[in-house]
Each structure stands twice: as C-alpha cells, then as structure tokens.
Nanobody, 127 residues
Framework: VQLQASGGGLVQAGGSLRLSCTGSGRSFGRYSLGWFRQAPGKEREFVVAESWSGRCIDHGDSVKGRFTISRDNAKKTVYLEMNSLSPDDTAIYYC?????????????????????WGRGTQVTVSS
C-alpha cells in the first residue's frame, strides 16, 4: 500500500488540526495504522495507532486526551484529529501501515512494526 499524508500547516497554540492519510491498493481495511512524528533534532515519536480489527488503540503519553485516530475504510483514509495544540507538537507527522496483526498491542507503538510509510506532513504550532 502507498500512503499519502496531508492536512499539515501552521496553527496557533490552543488550536486544532486534522491530518489525513490516504492509501492506495486493495484491502485497506485490513491494515493496522499508526501516526508518528519527528521534530527537528529528535527521534521519531509514537503518536497513536489502531489495529485493523480495532482491538488495539493506543496513544503516546504526550498526546493522550488531545489526539484521536479514526478511519474511513471506504475512502481508504485514516485521520488524526489534533486538539489543544502546543508548540511542542511541532513536527513532521507520518502515517504508517502494516498487514500484520499483533497479539501484544504495545507492538503498534514501535516504528519497526510498520512496513509502509507516507512521506509526512509538516505541522507547525506557533506560540
């Protein structure tokens, strides 16, 4: 599957933004999906993930209560709804996908779990 993220931009602190990631190919509904981000000079950070079955949904500690993942399989799109944004959320955001179903939900927090990555979209939060 090929992934294309979009929706990034410049937003003021306290604002909201919704990112989209659209996939190509067949059986998009059988992919587990995740969002990661990488700020300048920092390592890639787990944001949120959802397994294809919906059994596993997890959020990174820094975004809990503010960010939400959702998907529309008919549109082959996964969304990242981001609220109460702060300058610390400034980063390039990447979507990722894997066909594998993992027994342990925590596996979806790891970047190495994913086989397919989108190019990323820049999110900048001004203070």
């Amino acid at each position: 599957v090929q992934l294309q993220a979009s929706g990034g931009g410049l937003v003021q602190a306290g604002g909201s933004l919704r990112l989209s990631c659209t996939g190509s190919g067949r059986s998009f509904g059988r992919y587990s999906l995740g969002w990661f981000r990488q700020a300048p000079g920092k390592e890639r950070e787990f944001v949120v993930a959802e397994s294809w079955s919906g059994r596993c949904i997890d959020h990174g500690d820094s975004v809990k209560g503010r960010f939400t993942i959702s998907r529309d399989n008919a549109k082959k799109t996964v969304y990242l709804e981001m609220n109460s944004l702060s300058p610390d959320d400034t980063a390039i955001y990447y979507c990722a996908a894997t066909r594998e179903e993992h027994v342990h939900c925590i596996d979806y927090n790891a970047a190495g779990t994913y086989d397919y990555w989108g190019r990323g979209t820049q999110v900048t939060v001004s203070s």
